[in-house]
């Protein structure tokens, strides 16, 4: 066990009376009410945030269209832009660190995960994206419009920045999923309220800072802690809002899209998954259960496109389940400021009593459960990881989205049956196909209901890469070149001549 020591400035700043980023620098709520922030490992408060009042988000949406209609972000060359947000990718390197171990104490995740993927993901996703802003095209259009005769005319399409937009964030990788939500709307020349999910709040506002010393504008982005049910409510339903990112569950996105459909604002949404994997009985068993070790069981299954139901072909279960049962049975489980610890604690108290209700009545239904190890601390929200086998496909655990580290093994007879199966069910994130055979890799992804499809991998993404979900997974893609589409509206412009 090796346990980090906490950076005294980390400790300084989860000291600090966190007030609201807006028009770059910190103004007090206007309410009393504050947020706790606890330390999932331990159960206790490490530091609190405002809980932004109705008045307050009005205040960041009037920062943010101030300097929208001022132009100075959206009206900057693209390379200055782009060398803005380089530089916030800089910082967040320079900060590697002091973020990586913020984001473990409120997250409770690993804080080898945080490093590569919080801080590490942040800047390799900033530098992308800042790339991105440099790349903006439109098109020429020869057009035959008959009118007047005689007249000749010559169209052209320009990419504008949407406006106004609100970046909606969860709590299950909030620096990096932070940096999805805010930085193409910044690259676009977009103005941004971010506003972080009132469990993980912290990382955010420091990010905040840094974008003022990388050079954004004061007002092009700032942050708002608070609850969904009131914070995240005014901005998703504010008319100078015009645009919505949102990655988080179903039923939320499902409510912001009504939300944003009453006034046509548009809209993003990442949402949830029960994401598949098709084993058939051609895989290599070790890549099988290294794979799917990682990827059910990384940050405790807090991942949205995490493995959460496998179907294995007849004649390699066993195999599967026994590799499976051993990895379970070896892994240690601990704070996520020990780097030893592969397990951690679920991200609050809430969640561990939501993924342990799903558990308990999986087991009061009589399912088999393989049990991982027993959480080392009472006062953490730890959940003790399992494997379920052979469980009805009709329970809860099955069928919901558990978000927890838990992982259904089930024995089908066919791949036709594992596609049947792994498909019925409303989400279409993600899923996995395991197998040695050119032909099936080439045949059956085409035939699985995901947003993606890895063969002999899973969970494993880039910039590069579209990435959002089908069904009640989402509506729209993240990463990728055309990223910014979704942050630009397309202005045709015809001159007579
Ligand atoms: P959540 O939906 O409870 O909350 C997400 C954010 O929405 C928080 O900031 C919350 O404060 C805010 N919010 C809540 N109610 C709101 C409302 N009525 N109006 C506006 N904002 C509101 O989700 P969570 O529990 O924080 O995150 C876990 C979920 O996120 C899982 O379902 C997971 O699958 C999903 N997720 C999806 C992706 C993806 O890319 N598809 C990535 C990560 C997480």
Redesign the pocket.
């Known amino acids: 066990m090796t346990v980090v020591s906490v950076l005294p400035e980390v400790q300084a700043f989860l000291d600090r009376h966190h007030g609201l980023y807006i028009d770059g620098t910190w103004t007090p709520s206007n309410g009393r009410e504050r947020l706790s922030v606890f330390n999932p490992a331990t159960g206790s408060v490490i530091g609190s945030v405002a809980d932004a009042t109705v008045e307050d988000i009005d205040r960041a949406v009037a920062s943010a269209r101030g300097s929208f209609l001022k132009r100075t972000w959206r009206d900057m060359s693209p390379a200055a832009r782009e060398r803005v947000l380089l530089r916030l990718a800089d910082l967040v390197e320079r900060d590697a660190e002091f973020l990586a171990q913020l984001e473990t104490l409120e997250q409770g995740q690993s804080i080898t995960l945080s490093r590569i993927l919080e801080s590490g993901g942040a800047q390799s996703w900033i530098r992308y994206v800042a790339g991105l802003s440099t790349k903006i095209t439109g098109q020429t259009f020869d057009v035959s419009i008959p009118l007047p005769l005689e007249a000749r005319y010559t169209a052209y399409t320009r990419k504008e920045p949407i406006g106004v937009v609100?970046g909606?964030?969860?709590?299950?990788?909030p620096l990096l999923?932070g940096v999805?939500k805010v930085l193409p709307a910044l690259a676009a020349g977009c103005s941004v309220i971010a506003?972080?999910?009132?469990?993980?709040p912290l990382t955010m506002l420091r990010f905040a800072e840094l974008a003022t010393e990388a050079g954004v504008p004061d007002g092009v982005f700032n942050v708002v802690t608070?609850?969904?049910?009131l914070?995240?409510?005014r901005?998703?339903?504010h008319h100078n809002v015009t645009k919505?990112s949102?990655?988080?569950?179903?039923?939320?996105?499902k409510?912001?899209a009504e939300?944003c459909a009453s006034r046509l604002a548009r809209v993003s949404?990442?949402?949830?998954?029960k994401n598949p994997a098709i084993v058939l009985a051609d895989a290599d068993p070790s890549r099988v259960i290294s794979g799917l070790t990682m990827a059910g069981f990384m940050n405790q299954g807090?991942?949205?496109?995490a493995c959460s139901r496998v179907y294995v072909e007849a004649p390699l279960f066993d195999t599967v389940a026994a590799g499976l049962q051993n990895a379970l049975s070896d892994m240690s489980i601990g704070p996520g400021m020990d780097d030893a610890a592969f397990i951690n604690p679920v991200?609050s108290a809430a969640?561990q009593m939501k993924v342990q209700g799903f558990l308990d009545s999986a087991s009061e239904a009589g399912a088999e459960m393989v049990w991982g190890p027993q959480a080392p601390d009472p006062h953490g929200f730890y959940v003790r990881p399992a494997l379920v086998i052979n469980p009805d496909d009709a329970v809860p655990l099955t069928r919901d989205?558990v978000?927890g580290p838990v992982m259904t093994l089930t024995r089908v007879a066919s791949a036709e049956e594992a596609l049947a199966r792994a498909n019925d069910t409303p989400f279409g994130?993600a899923s996995s196909l395991w197998t040695r055979s050119v032909d099936a890799a080439m045949r059956l992804p085409p035939r699985m209901d995901a947003?993606t499809v890895w063969v002999n991998s899973h969970v494993m993404i880039d910039p590069n890469m579209p990435?959002?979900?089908m069904k009640e997974?989402?509506i729209g893609r993240?990463f990728g070149t055309g990223w910014l589409d979704a942050f630009t509206e397309t202005k045709s412009i015809c001159i007579q001549h």
Not at 168 to 173: E, L, Q, S, Y
Not at 269 to 273: A, H, P, Y
């Open positions: 609100a909606i964030i969860p709590w299950n990788f999923i999805w506003k972080p999910s009132e469990t993980t608070g609850l969904g049910s914070a995240g409510e901005l998703v339903r919505v949102f990655t988080g569950s179903t039923p939320t996105g409510r912001i939300h949404l990442e949402l949830g998954g807090q991942i949205c496109a991200v969640h989205e978000f994130l947003g990435f959002g979900g997974s989402g993240d």
